[in-house]
C-alpha cells in the first residue's frame, strides 16, 4: 500500500461516521454520549506535523502569506485551546468521555504544532508566546474554546474555500491545512453534541445556571469579534493582530472581490459539507448558521460575473 493510499484512507475515515447505534439518539442519553464521543476517537486523523513537507513558495506568494495579521494570535490561540480542553478532561470521571476530551485536547496541540513548523519553514515573525497558564474555572474555559471554535471556524470554512478555488496561495499550501480544517469541524461537532447532553444530566436547579454561563460566554465573545475588546493593554510597538478576521479575512486570501452575501453563502455551503458525513442524528452547530441565514436576508444577492 502506497503512502498516498494510506493518506487518502486516513482523510475518508476523517469525514464519515455512523453510529453503531439504532433509532434516534436522545440527547443527554448514554447512546447519545457514545456516539458523539465515538465520532471524535473513530475519526481521528493520525497525520504528524513533523513529516509535513512545507512547498517551496515564489517570494510573491511568501509575501502574501507574512502580511497576514493572524500568526501569532493563531498560535496562541491553540496553545491556550491545549491547556483549556486538557484541564476540563482531567475533571472527567466517565471514561469514555475523558478519552475523547484528552483526543481533542492532543489534536489541538497538534495544530499549534502544524502552525509553529509552518512559520519556521517560512520564516514568519512571531511576537513571544505569553506563559500558557492552568484556568481557574477548567468549565469554562473549555466553553469559551468551545463556542469560539464554533464562530471562527464558521467563517474560517468559507474563507479556506475562498483561498483554494482562487489560487491565491499555491493549492499544496492550501492542501496542507485541510486535515487541521476537517478536524475543526470534527471538534465543533463534538463540543455541540457535549453542550446538550451536559445540560440533560445536569440536576434541574443548575441547569439555569449553567445557561447563564452560555449567555456569558456568547457575550465575552461578541465583545472580542466587534472590537471592544481589541488594543486593551497592548505595547505600542506590539504587533497588531486581528480578532475578527475570520470576518473581514476574504481580501487577504483571495485576489477577487467577494461580496458580504457571497461570502455568506459561501460559509453556509461549507459548514454543511464539512458536517454532512457524519451521523445525521448528532446535533449540528446551529447559532451561526441561523444569525448568518438571518443577517443574509438583508443582503442583495450578488449578479453572477462573466467568465
Given at each position: 500500500m502506497t503512502d498516498e493510499t494510506i493518506i487518502a484512507a486516513a482523510d475518508l475515515t476523517a469525514r464519515r461516521w455512523t453510529a453503531t447505534e439504532r433509532g434516534a439518539l436522545q440527547p443527554g442519553s448514554?447512546?447519545?454520549?457514545?456516539?458523539?464521543?465515538?465520532?471524535?476517537?473513530?475519526?481521528?486523523?493520525?497525520?504528524k506535523p513533523a513529516v509535513i513537507e512545507w512547498p517551496e513558495l515564489e517570494q510573491a506568494a511568501r509575501d502574501r502569506l507574512v502580511a497576514l495579521p493572524i500568526w501569532d494570535i493563531a498560535v496562541q490561540t491553540e496553545g491556550k485551546a491545549t491547556l483549556r480542553v486538557r484541564s476540563y478532561a482531567e475533571q472527567m470521571t466517565d471514561p469514555l468521555l475523558r478519552r475523547a476530551m484528552d483526543l481533542d485536547a492532543f489534536e489541538e496541540g497538534r495544530h499549534k504544532q502544524v502552525l509553529s513548523n509552518m512559520v519556521a519553514a517560512y520564516s514568519i515573525d512571531l511576537?513571544?508566546?505569553p506563559e500558557y497558564l492552568r484556568p481557574r474555572y477548567p468549565e469554562w474555559a473549555f466553553m469559551v474554546t468551545g463556542f469560539s471554535e464554533c464562530i471562527d471556524s464558521f467563517f474560517a470554512f468559507g474563507l479556506f474555500a475562498v483561498a483554494k478555488e482562487s489560487a491565491f496561495f499555491p493549492p499544496?499550501?492550501?492542501?496542507?491545512?485541510?486535515?487541521?480544517?476537517?478536524?475543526e469541524a470534527r471538534h465543533i461537532l463534538f463540543f455541540v453534541n457535549w453542550v446538550a447532553w451536559h445540560w440533560r444530566n445536569l440536576a434541574w436547579w443548575q441547569r439555569p445556571w449553567f445557561w447563564c454561563k452560555v449567555a456569558a460566554v456568547w457575550v465575552v465573545l461578541i465583545?472580542?469579534?466587534i472590537g471592544l475588546a481589541r488594543g486593551v493593554g497592548a505595547a505600542p510597538d506590539e504587533k497588531p493582530q486581528d480578532n475578527n478576521f475570520t470576518l473581514t479575512g476574504s481580501k487577504a486570501v483571495a485576489d477577487v472581490d467577494i461580496s458580504p452575501a457571497a461570502l455568506f453563502d459561501l460559509c453556509l455551503a461549507e459548514n454543511a459539507r464539512r458536517m454532512a458525513g457524519y451521523d445525521a442524528r448528532l446535533l449540528r452547530p446551529a447559532v451561526m448558521p441561523k444569525l448568518v441565514r438571518f443577517a443574509r436576508r438583508f443582503l442583495r444577492t450578488p449578479k453572477a460575473q462573466p467568465a
Open positions: 448514554d447512546p447519545h454520549k457514545a456516539a458523539f464521543c465515538r465520532m471524535l476517537l473513530d475519526t481521528h486523523n493520525p497525520y511576537a513571544p508566546e499544496e499550501l492550501v492542501d496542507t491545512f485541510e486535515p487541521v480544517m476537517q478536524e465583545r472580542e469579534r
